[in-house]
Each structure stands twice: as C-alpha cells, then as structure tokens.
C-alpha cells in the first residue's frame, strides 16, 4: 500500500514539474523582447529611484527584486501600496519610476495611487498578465508578462504569475547590473558581512596573527631558548628570521617532534639553523582569505595549518587554517 501512494507521489510531482516548465516555456516563448528592451532602457536612464510596489504575492515578488536591485548596483525601493498615501508618497519625485507589479491589473490598492503620481509627473510602469486592464490603459508603459495559466489546478492561487515577475525581475537587475559595469568588488562591498561578503571582502592581513602575538625567533637560538615561545605563543610554529625581519625558516610541533625522535633530549642543544625547514608557503598580505586556503589546501595528501605572512621580503604575520576557519570561509 504504502509502495502505491509512494507510486502515486511520484507521478503527481512529475506531472507538476512537467506542467510548471510548459508554462514557463510559453513565458520565455511569447516574452515580447522589443517591450522588454524598453523597459530595461527607462530603468537604465532613470536618474531616481525605481519604486516597486504590489499587493498580495506581487507586493512580495516587487520588495525581492527591490532588493536585488539594490544590491546589484541600482537605487530601487519597495513601498506598499497602503503606505503611499500615508505620506510615503512624499519621496517620490518626477525623476523616478515607479513599478506596479499586478497579475490582473486590476488591484484597486494600486489604481488609487495612480492620480496622485500623476500629479508629481511621475512615469508609471505597470508588469501584468493582462494587457487590457485598467492598470496597462493607465500607466505610461506597460509590459505584459505572458501567462498561459496558473499551476493552480483552479487557475487562481498565484503560483506561475509570480514566478513570471520573479524572472523578469532578476532579468532586469542583471541586465542593468552589467550595463552599469556593476563589478565584483562593488557588489563585495555591498554584502560585507554573511557568506558572501566574507569570500570577497576578507584578506589574509584581517585574519594574520600580528605584533606582540607573532611568534619567532633567530637562527642563532637554541631549541632550548625557542621553546618558550614556541609554548606561549600557542600557535604551533615559530617563524625564523634575521635582523631585518627577513624569513630564513619555519620550525613546528611537528618539526619538534621528529628532532626529538632522530637527536634524542640532546637537540635542545641545536641551534634553529641546525633544526629548521628553510622552505615554507608564504602568503601576501593583501590576498583574498579564499585564495588563501587554495595555496594551503594545494597538496591534498598533507593541508599546511600554518604560512607566513611575508609584505616586501619581510615577515608582518602568520596565517592559521584555524582562523580561516573562524571568520566562517569554508574550507571545501
């Protein structure tokens, strides 16, 4: 029995997807491209802001592709219908575009604000599925978004219509984004914190272990006189230099380990010369934190946790995985 409903799911949510990709074919197949471009170009041109606004699930899809647009380099804002004429309506002037988004064309919410946008000389643009409404013989454009019918098996739960505005939406942000050479370090600094923020933002020299914190030592050291700060420091690895603050080696835990098997209790006695790996990864300072983690991850039998922070021959600081980690970059 079970194995019969199971069956039975099955073919429901692929007769589901199947129907929900015609409807989507038939927006993308009669999507009239010379209206589209025009819309494109008057968002392109506006020297204001874009002010979105619907009701119901079209005021959901308006305030997404908003913020879509505002995160990808175009002034836009969503306001509610009912907030227009509850002294919203104050921030609106002739240099924007507002946007209606209405399935029917029909909402009366946003045919009420239509007089009083008029007034402010404001240019109305209406996204609907029904190219004779009262919405599209009002605005000053119109773009008709092609629905053959909602997924709804009553073809009336917004279901594809939303799915129309959400498409043409991120159609419109990307397409301005690159028109206005929106790059990637302007849309870096528009996310600066979260998952995507850190992977554009993030450098080594945020994360480097600096100053005081810096564990390192000479050459001309015993192990004996390295062992305080290889302890204290706590960061596995003391970094070895000269003078002039120039690398001339790394010296681990692990590199302990392995002289203490091979010398026995005499290797305190050593000098760092003597004990020390004279190559090391080093990373630069100014390197993106995800570029980081590919050169510590490049031998995929053995991860370095720890590289050198060198800046024009001289050591500033040490990167740890552990930090990487941390600050939230995946390692994967």
Excluded at 57 to 84: Q, R, W
Excluded at 110 to 115: A, E, R, S, T, Y
Excluded at 194 to 213: C, T
Excluded at 248 to 273: N, P, W, Y
């Amino acid at each position: 029995m079970t194995d019969i409903k199971t069956q039975g799911d099955l073919q429901l949510l692929s007769s589901l997807i199947a129907t929900s990709k015609t409807y989507i074919n038939y927006f993308f197949d009669n999507l009239d491209l010379t209206e589209c471009q025009k819309i494109i170009s008057l968002c392109i041109n506006c020297q204001g802001l874009l002010i979105f606004t619907g009701v119901g699930k079209s005021g959901y899809i308006a305030e997404k592709v908003a913020a879509t647009l505002t995160s990808t380099g175009t002034k836009a804002l969503y306001i509610p219908p009912s907030n227009f004429l509850h002294g919203d309506i104050g921030i609106v002037s002739g240099e924007d575009l507002v946007i209606f988004l209405s399935k029917s064309g029909e909402s009366d919410e946003l045919l009420d604000l239509v007089p009083f946008l008029e007034r402010r000389l404001v240019p109305l643009i209406t996204w609907t599925s029904c190219a004779h409404s009262r919405l599209a013989k009002k605005s000053t454009h119109t773009l008709l978004l092609p629905l053959q019918q909602e997924l709804c098996p009553f073809n009336l739960v917004p279901t594809t219509s939303s799915e129309l505005q959400l498409l043409f939406g991120d159609i419109l942000a990307i397409a301005l984004m690159q028109q206005k050479q929106f790059a990637l370090d302007h849309y870096a600094q528009n996310h600066p914190l979260g998952a995507i923020g850190k992977k554009l933002l993030l450098r080594v020299r945020d994360l480097m272990i600096q100053g005081d914190a810096l564990p390192l030592c000479y050459a001309t050291q015993t192990l004996s006189e390295v062992l305080v700060e290889l302890t204290q420091k706590q960061c596995g690895i003391v970094l070895v230099i000269d003078h002039d603050m120039r690398l001339e080696g790394v010296f681990t835990d692990g590199d302990l380990r392995r002289a203490l098997q091979h010398l026995g209790t005499d290797v305190i006695k050593h000098s760092m010369r003597d004990l020390m790996t004279k190559s090391a990864i080093v990373v630069n300072p100014d390197l993106l934190a995800v570029d980081a983690i590919k050169i510590l991850q490049q031998d995929h039998s053995r991860w370095v946790m720890t590289a050198p922070v060198v800046y024009e021959e001289s050591v500033v600081g040490l990167l740890r995985l552990h930090d990487i980690v941390h600050a939230g970059l995946s390692l994967s």
